[in-house]
C-alpha cells in the first residue's frame, strides 16, 4: 500500500533559512550585460534579494528568482504573501532604504527567525547572517520597512 506524503513546507522553509547562515550560494550571478559576462551580484554585495528569492521560490512560495528588493516585493504579493504589523517566525522583512559609502541607496530583504533576529545577506560579509532584526549597531538602527506573511503559515506545522 503506497504512503501519503506531504512535505512540512513551514518547517523545511526555516530549515533552509537557517541552514544558508554563512553560505557563499547565494553570493555569484552572472548575466550576460552588453555583450559581457558580469557578476551582477557584485560577489556578494548585492545579494539579499536573489538570497531571500531562492529560498522561497525553492519552497514553492513565489514564482521566480528575483536581484531587486521591489521585484521580489511585487512577486510576494502576487503570491499570497500579506503585510502585516508585527513580525512572525517566518516573515519576510523589508528595511528601509539606506545610503552606502559608494553613494547607492538600497532597501534590504531578509527573514524574521524570532527573539528579535533576523537573517539576511550581509552586505559587509557577503554572506547570509543572523543579526538583530533593526541592524542596531552603536546607537543607529535601520527601521522595518514592511513585515510580509504568507496565509499558508497559519496552518503551518511549526
Not at 521560490?57 to 512577486?75: S, Y
Request: proline share 3%.
Amino acid at each position: 500500500m503506497a504512503q501519503k506524503v506531504q512535505l512540512s513546507r513551514f518547517k523545511n522553509y526555516m530549515l533552509m533559512v537557517h541552514g544558508s547562515v554563512g553560505s557563499d550560494l547565494f553570493r555569484n550571478l552572472y548575466a550576460s550585460v552588453d555583450g559581457e559576462e558580469t557578476d551582477i551580484l557584485r560577489d556578494g554585495i548585492l545579494s539579499c534579494a536573489y538570497f531571500a528569492s531562492s529560498v522561497l521560490f525553492h519552497c514553492k512560495l513565489i514564482d521566480d528568482l528575483h536581484t531587486t528588493v521591489r521585484g521580489l516585493e511585487v512577486n510576494l504579493q502576487r503570491s499570497g504573501w500579506k503585510k502585516i504589523e508585527e513580525p512572525k517566525v517566518g516573515s519576510v522583512l523589508v528595511w528601509e532604504p539606506t545610503e552606502f559609502p559608494d553613494g547607492s541607496v538600497r532597501r534590504h530583504v531578509g527573514f524574521y527567525i524570532g527573539d528579535s533576529e533576523a537573517i539576511s545577506n550581509r552586505t559587509d560579509q557577503r554572506v547570509p547572517k543572523v543579526h538583530n532584526m533593526n541592524f542596531e549597531t552603536e546607537g543607529k538602527y535601520r527601521a522595518i520597512e514592511a513585515i510580509y506573511w504568507h496565509r499558508n503559515f497559519d496552518e503551518a506545522d511549526s
